[in-house]
Nanobody, 118 residues
């Protein structure tokens, strides 16, 4: 069964840290771009960070300097989130493997809730 499973979400006070992980099973993501999105109910999904297959990363302006994306093997991607603020509260989703023909990612996780209290 092909799936991406996120973990590491939870509740934290403002200024705290969380580390999200995205583990792939049934697929090898080593050659794929990996991304983290987040979504708040009633708002559009936001691209938070991405990392290419050769480790080049990018970040939304809202998280630059606070979040770090990394990949340590062909099956796991992490998002280290520091100095969290209430605006970071959202469901975080990882996705893998951009498909040019469809303009979207082939695989999506189920999401993990991050709640930051001020």
């Amino acid at each position: 069964q092909v799936q991406l499973v996120e973990s590491g979400g939870g509740s934290v006070q403002a200024g705290g840290s969380l580390k999200l992980s995205c583990a792939a099973s049934g697929i090898k993501i080593g050659g794929c771009r990996m991304v983290w999105h987040r979504q708040v109910p009633g708002k559009a999904r936001e691209l938070v960070s991405s990392i290419s297959s050769d480790g080049v990363s990018s970040y939304a302006d809202s998280v630059k300097g606070r979040f770090t994306i990394s990949r340590n093997n062909s099956k796991t991607v992490h998002l280290q989130m520091n100095s969290l603020i209430s605006e970071d509260t959202a469901v975080y989703y990882c996705a893998a493997c951009w498909v040019r023909s469809t303009g979207g990612y082939r695989y999506w996780g189920q999401g993990t809730q991050v709640t930051v209290s001020s």
